[in-house]
């Protein structure tokens, strides 16, 4: 049976104007592969302004005029292109948004989960699914009638969960759900999010915080410089010895320290022809740096490292 | 660059989007300078000639005569030269005056309240009220136009130094040049004025299509120029006794050519500003 | 819907009150001193070519307080002033308020019914070439508001006069009033028959500057991340233009229009100017020209409420209509 969601080789570039209006193209996520299933949740890590957004908007079809798209994205099987993702996006493919910048300052909340209706009927019925899951998230009847910047940190976050299931989504794109939350906040986030794992529903966890991905995701994947290196199951990042690329591996080594964020890092602004690691890379190999290396199956594990190319082909 | 996306393709389509406003803003600057050199050029008595009255456009008067057989189109030449140079004056004194405001507003925080209250004031009353005033009060004619349109359109250029010049000042480095006991006015000079350089370049050359435009406007209803010299606002003023009998040329043809001036500078104005300021062009 | 908190309004408008009292008293003594400062006499303006003996000279120049010195003048002035009075019109030969008061009536229908149209119009296609930037109905509407803003109004009016008045006879070319005729016999469509081309002229230059402040706003709801996030949720383009986009710039398009009161009054003049409109345009011009000192101050002052009055409306619309300002209470 075919996944949920099948990301395989996307490549997204922008074309911009800088100083002197010269033109600039650049490269932001490269050939990424990804898949989620149903009642699974995969985290895509990396660190904060890296284009991981671009992903979510990618599959949502909301990108912008200036970017171009390479690759191809499945959902259940079939090629999602525009018009299927038009059609599926805001019923089974749903985005939880990462702030309260997301939703419309002027329109009360209320409105917002309940979003566009046809006629009268289908807001009554959609009504009383949004009272519904207010009420599931603790929501009492006057919280329908305020505006987002009336609402608090933690009810914020549980209106843009809301929003996101009035719809009755499969497929959950939750973009950087916890940043600037509380402890408590983030802990109930991350409770919120495995639930819906619960009710079968796959969810695409994108973050920064390797916390919030080691305590929701089934699956990791690592993103470096625009580039997938390596997807690994969460259990195998409890220890260094059982993630493979030389950058996961620095990653979990540097947790405690680095209060479990990951820092900007001297990831290469610039396309690189070679490993993008490769100057950081403490087992680099001649050859890393000039050619790319592809992402591999190596037992199971997903990794972009010549050196279990080479074991791969050894075996 | 390896393919050429489609808003670049056509005529100009060797050149990039640098190279393309590089060539608008000299080629626009090029027509100008010819209007105004052809201008300089006339003599401003014209040669009237009483057996061609009144005529309408033809391929001897492209852009008829007037009453006195003067041709039009030599007048509209003679008059958009004219705007240009009290365009030229009026834009660098407000220019001027904006920079001067903008850095005294920064001195301290009253000099800054009394700025802003300028501003206020000067926004308060009706613009083209404002430059009657003044014109009035300065007994009209060039000398009154320039000034009164120099200290109606420093407004807006002063807005956008003050902000930037306070931006400027929180700097660290002015910081620590007012550490190393620099002078506001060192700061200023050196800091500050060579970072604010190309805004008032720019802010000047968007003021100007404003201030031909009320320059024509105050002499046009009787507050400018006086009525010998050989103004756009005169000549339009002039062509409203002629319109009933249907002398439209009078009339069409300097209007239009005033507009395609002032069009020209705000062409102009705006393609350098994108120059400096490329988050516009990535729109 | 809209509560209005009464103790917080009044201490809005005593607050403002104050402000506008400050500003008048100002602009009246500087306008006053400007006016003194001319170089132009009074005098010989207002007696124009007429030859007149010494004595009358010099009893026309008692009148004017040519014989003051200027700081007596400009207490004088402001005086009669704080007396409720603005002096005596030298034309009009009826006190300046009575001039005022019939003259603005005429201009304010003009102008009232120019902003409406360029309200509505200017709305309109700024939000139409927003929804549809980069196409070719964007770019014709950017095209024509940037032209228009590049064209001066009393040409625009000169040109629709010839158009339409000379060279296809709809409209009459001069005189809000047919002659002959005295003002309060005419006709409502007489007079809306007269109205129509000073306040399609005075409209188009407000709408190119409303169409492009609307369009830029839509256009950055457009980049908003709401915007992107109602896209996300599968709603439909227009649905979200009408939802969220309109929602979200209604309100800074009403508050700009309101605050085009400054331009709206300048053109008036000009408009008035060409089209013979006999309004309070027509009348500043007058009393410039002919150095109707009381008259043109009395406008000075008049124009100074009326631009504050819509600056006024516009904080108001903002400080009662926005949900984020509206709950706020000062303590």
């Known amino acids: 049976m075919s996944k949920l969601l099948e990301v395989n080789n996307l490549s997204i570039s922008f074309t911009q104007y800088v100083q002197g209006l010269n033109r600039h193209d650049s490269k932001v996520i490269t050939d990424l592969t990804i898949d989620v299933d149903e009642g699974e949740i995969v985290a895509i890590l990396g660190s904060s302004g890296s284009g991981k957004s671009l992903l979510a908007h990618s599959i949502l079809g909301i990108l912008p005029y200036n970017s171009h798209v390479a690759g191809e994205i499945r959902y259940e099987g079939q090629v999602l292109d525009q018009e299927l993702k038009e059609k599926l996006r805001g019923d089974e493919i749903c985005l939880i948004p990462q702030s309260v910048n997301f939703l419309d300052p002027l329109m009360k909340v209320s409105e917002q989960a309940i979003g566009e209706c046809k006629d009268e009927n289908e807001h009554k019925e959609k009504k009383l699914r949004q009272r519904e899951i207010f009420d599931k998230y603790g929501l009492d009847e006057s919280v329908d009638d305020l505006y987002p910047f009336e609402l608090s940190g933690g009810m914020a976050r549980k209106v843009l969960l809301s929003t996101a299931l009035v719809g009755n989504p499969k497929l959950l794109i939750a973009d950087e759900p916890t940043p600037g939350l509380d402890a408590k906040s983030v802990k109930e986030t991350i409770e919120d999010i495995r639930n819906l794992k619960e009710d079968g529903k796959g969810v695409l966890l994108i973050t920064h915080e390797i916390d919030v991905a080691l305590k929701t995701a089934d699956r990791i994947a690592i993103f470096y410089s625009g580039y997938v290196i390596e997807i690994n199951n969460v259990e195998n990042f409890k220890n260094s010895e059982n993630v493979l690329h030389p950058y996961s591996k620095a990653l979990i080594d540097s947790l405690p320290r680095n209060g479990f964020n990951l820092t900007e890092g001297v990831q290469p602004l610039d396309e690189v022809s070679g490993c993008p690691y490769y100057e950081n890379c403490p087992i680099r190999l001649d050859k890393c740096e000039k050619n790319k290396p592809e992402l591999i199956d190596h037992k199971g594990i997903m990794i972009r490292c010549f050196n279990f190319e080479e074991v791969n082909n050894g075996t | ?283 | 819907m809209i509560k209005i908190n009464n103790k917080k309004l009044a201490k809005f408008l005593g607050f403002k009150a104050i402000r506008l009292l400050i500003l008048l008293i100002v602009i009246a003594a500087i306008s006053f001193i400007m006016i003194q400062l001319s170089p132009i006499d009074p005098v010989k303006a207002y007696l124009g070519q007429r030859i007149v003996s010494q004595e009358q000279l010099a009893i026309v120049g008692e009148y004017w307080g040519t014989n003051l010195s200027l700081g007596e003048r400009v207490f004088g002035w402001l005086s009669t002033l704080a007396s409720g009075s603005m002096g005596f019109s030298l034309i009009f030969r009826v006190p300046v308020t009575e001039v005022i008061m019939q003259k603005f009536t005429a201009s304010l229908t003009l102008m009232v019914v120019s902003w409406l149209i360029s309200a509505v119009v200017g709305f309109g296609l700024g939000v139409l070439a927003g929804a549809k930037e980069g196409t070719w109905i964007d770019k014709a509407i950017k095209t024509y508001c940037y032209i228009l803003q590049s064209t001066p109004t009393f040409w625009i009016g000169l040109v629709l006069l010839m158009v339409f008045s000379v060279y296809l006879g709809w409209f009459p070319i001069g005189l809000s009033v047919p002659i002959g005729q005295l003002s309060d016999t005419v006709t409502f469509w007489q007079w809306l028959y007269r109205l129509i081309l000073p306040a399609i002229t005075l409209s188009i230059v407000g709408i190119a500057s409303l169409t492009m402040f609307t369009r830029d706003k839509l256009i950055n709801v457009k980049k908003s991340d709401y915007f992107l996030f109602a896209q996300a949720r599968g709603e439909s383009f227009w649905g979200i233009i009408k939802n969220h986009g309109i929602r979200n710039i209604l309100l800074p398009a009403i508050t700009i229009q309101f605050m085009s009161f400054n331009e709206l009054f300048g053109g008036t003049i000009l408009v008035e100017q060409v089209f013979a409109y006999p309004g309070i345009g027509q009348a500043t011009v007058a009393a410039g020209l002919r150095s109707d000192v009381p008259l043109l101050l009395g406008i000075v002052i008049i124009s100074t409420i009326f631009v504050f009055v819509g600056n006024l409306i516009a904080d108001m619309v903002y400080q009662y209509v926005d949900p984020r300002l509206r709950g706020e209470d000062d303590e």
């Open chain 2, 1 to 283: 660059m390896s393919e050429t996306p489609w808003y670049n393709r056509g005529l100009f389509s060797t050149l990039n989007l640098r190279q393309k406003t590089l060539l608008t803003i000299a080629l626009t600057g090029l027509v100008l300078v010819v209007i105004f050199l052809c201008g300089t050029f006339i003599d401003a008595n014209l040669p009237t000639d009483f057996t061609a009255r009144m005529k309408p456009p033809s391929f001897e008067h492209i852009f008829g005569t007037d009453w006195m057989g003067r041709d039009m189109f030599i007048r509209t030449i003679k008059g958009l030269s004219l705007s240009i140079v009290i365009g030229i004056g009026a834009s660098i004194i407000s220019s001027i005056i904006a920079t001067l405001l903008a850095f005294l507003a920064s001195f301290n925080r009253y000099c800054d309240e009394f700025v802003s209250w300028l501003i206020d004031l000067f926004a308060s009353i009706p613009h083209i009220l404002l430059i009657m005033m003044i014109s009035i009060a300065l007994g009209k004619g060039a000398f009154g136009v320039i000034m009164a349109v120099a200290f109606s359109h420093w407004v807006n250029l002063t807005r956008v130094l003050r902000a930037e010049v306070l931006q400027i000042n929180t700097s660290e480095y002015v910081a620590l040049s007012r550490k190393f006991g620099r002078s506001k006015l060192w700061i200023a000079k050196e800091h500050i004025l060579p970072l604010v350089l190309s805004q008032i370049f720019v802010g000047t050359l968007l003021v100007f299509p404003h201030a031909i435009m009320h320059e024509s406007s105050v002499t046009f209803l009787g507050f400018g120029l006086s009525p010998h010299e050989p103004a756009i606002g005169i000549i339009l003023s002039e062509s409203m006794s002629y319109l009933a009998m249907g002398a439209w040329w009078l009339a069409f043809f300097p209007g239009l050519a005033l507009l395609i001036v002032v069009l020209l500078f705000d062409i102009i104005g705006d393609n350098l500003k994108r120059l400096f300021d490329p988050s516009e062009a990535n729109n």
